[in-house]
């Protein structure tokens, strides 16, 4: 099973552009695709780590990166992810740049993340993408694990401050390319986002102030994230399930 993270990816962005996305659209013509409207606050570090959990925010306590003046790490966080249940039962897993830490979370995977984790210049942004797509690919050709899993960010950050832009979509093509890499590997897909994305001041939840160093931000976070399933039998409606169906398959308890 192959499950693709993309930070802040949205429908209202793909399906304008779905031409222009052949990997993405050919991946909803062979399985399926649906809107998440989530129930939490569209937050990254929260809804990673429910995702992977199977814990709501609520029950992991999860909130954001830095808490009480300090960098959350995975030993804060006191719940059991899906990578430590299958790699504890014997099933050969690996997780890639995983943005509910910073920087982005690995599980026995060796991998140095751009600008600690936080690229933020395009630059920054073109080489993780390229540095997670060549790290992919080789978990993927070498280890072969049963289950991997993999997140992208850059177009979180980029919709931040490009909302609306032309720029935007030339990055949803540049991820579109590098899913198209790895969906060679797998016939068992998941692709989702952890919340979507609209113009700042639409989004029901702002995450960042309209004025920053940076300039104006354009875009913030709204709760419809993306799902595209291939060969995945589970009902997936909130980030939650994924952990779920990850587990009912290797494990057969889904909801145990």
């Known amino acids: 099973m192959l499950v693709i993270g993309i930070d802040g990816a949205t429908w209202k962005v793909i399906r304008p552009n ?4 052949p990997h993405i659209h050919q991946l909803m013509e062979e399985g399926s695709y649906a809107t998440i409207h989530l129930t939490q606050k569209p937050w ?3 809804v990673w780590c429910s995702m992977f959990s199977g814990r ?19 030993e804060d966080i006191k719940v059991e992810f899906i990578w430590d249940l299958l790699d504890k039962n014997g099933i050969s897993v690996k997780a890639l740049n995983i943005p509910f830490v910073v920087p982005p979370y690995c ?8 600008a600690h984790g936080l690229p933020i210049e395009e630059p920054e942004l073109l080489e ?13 050709n070498n280890d072969r694990p049963e289950v991997f899993i993999v ?18 979509v ?39 102030l309209k004025h920053t160093p940076r300039g104006e931000i354009k875009g913030d976070h709204h709760p419809d994230a993306i799902l595209i ?7 997936i409606s909130q980030p939650t399930d994924v952990f779920y169906c990850i587990k009912e398959k290797y494990l057969g308890q889904a909801n145990e």
Do not use: M
């Open 170 to 208: 030339d990055y949803y093509k540049k991820i579109d390319n590098a899913l198209g890499k790895l969906l060679k590997y797998d016939n068992e897909v998941i692709v989702i986002s952890d919340h979507g994305f609209c113009a700042y001041d639409e989004a029901p939840i702002r995450t960042l």
């Open 44 to 46: 990254s570090p929260s």
């Open 107 to 114: 599980f026995k995977v060796k991998f140095e993340p751009v």
């Open 56 to 74: 709501s925010s609520e029950e992991h306590r999860h909130k954001d990166f830095v808490q009480n003046g300090h960098i959350v790490r995975r």
């Open 128 to 140: 993780e993408i390229t540095k997670v797509t060549e790290k992919a690919l080789e978990v993927l």
């Open 18 to 21: 779905i031409e222009r996305l």
């Open 151 to 168: 997140v992208y960010t850059a177009l979180d950050r980029l919709s931040h401050l490009h909302w609306g832009e032309p720029l935007l």
């Open 229 to 235: 399933t291939k060969n995945i039998n589970f009902h």
